[in-house]
């Protein structure tokens, strides 16, 4: 079954500090795995995908399908990066989400 | 470039009814997909609609139809509305053949 699980509702962090926002999937194929982000008051938006293997806003993520994972990390996190964050895994015509996980950054 | 727009922004309406949401796409995109999103929660996959024919669907009753015109704008219907149907409801479009969405802001439903 297509699935993704998004371990962490909450997490918070310092600023400044690591963050690492953890997804794992299920899927029986090649899919492709992306994070959306959603701030406060604003509409869901692409973060990033496996895919073009880039950094977006400091954040980056690999995808390893040995332990079918595709976690977010940011080195050094900031007071706006906190927002919901949301795996998003795309099969065969349809999106499947992760329940999300709330990041909120601390002074 | 236009995003995606969405109308209307919230309503409310009994249960037994229906209700006709409306979503226009991107510029340039011609492939739309809904998506149910309850507190709490993630977005739930509906449908997706390409070249105004539905391509594919996730674990949603048939009381959940859209269309797609020629323009690339689509309407998601529910039949037989149902307090659980209280939902935020999301459009996202994007360009055939690639996975990237872009959604729009939402209709919040409610279902009283």
């Known amino acids: 079954a297509q699935r993704v699980t998004q371990p962490e509702k909450l997490l918070s962090v310092f600023k400044g500090a690591p963050v690492e926002l953890k997804c794992n999937y299920s899927y029986s194929g090649s899919p492709e795995l992306f994070w959306y982000v959603q701030y406060s008051r604003q509409r869901l938006q692409l973060l990033l995908r496996?895919?073009s293997r880039e950094s977006i806003k400091g954040f980056t993520a690999d995808l390893n399908k040995g332990e079918t994972s595709f976690h977010l990390k940011k080195p050094f996190a900031q007071e706006e990066d906190s927002a919901m964050y949301y795996c998003a895994l795309s099969g065969n015509n349809d999106m499947r989400f992760g329940a999300g996980t709330r990041l909120t950054v601390k002074p | 470039e236009t995003g995606v727009t969405q109308s209307p922004t919230h309503l409310i309406k009994t249960r037994g009814q229906q209700v006709t949401l409306r979503c226009s796409s991107q510029?340039?995109?011609?492939?739309v997909s809904w998506y149910q999103q309850a507190l709490g929660q993630g977005p739930q996959f509906i449908f997706q609609?390409?070249?105004?024919?539905?391509?594919g669907r996730g674990n949603f009753p048939p009381r959940f139809s859209g269309l797609q015109f020629p323009n690339y704008s689509s309407e998601l219907n529910v039949n037989a509305l149902e307090l659980d149907d209280s939902a935020l409801y999301l459009c996202?479009?994007?360009?055939?053949?690639?996975?990237?969405?872009?959604f729009g802001p939402g209709t919040r439903l409610t279902v009283t």
């Open positions: 510029s340039g995109h011609n492939t």
């Open positions: 609609y390409y070249r105004e024919e539905e391509n």
């Open positions: 996202a479009s994007s360009f055939r053949g690639r996975r990237e969405q872009y």
């Open positions: 496996h895919i």
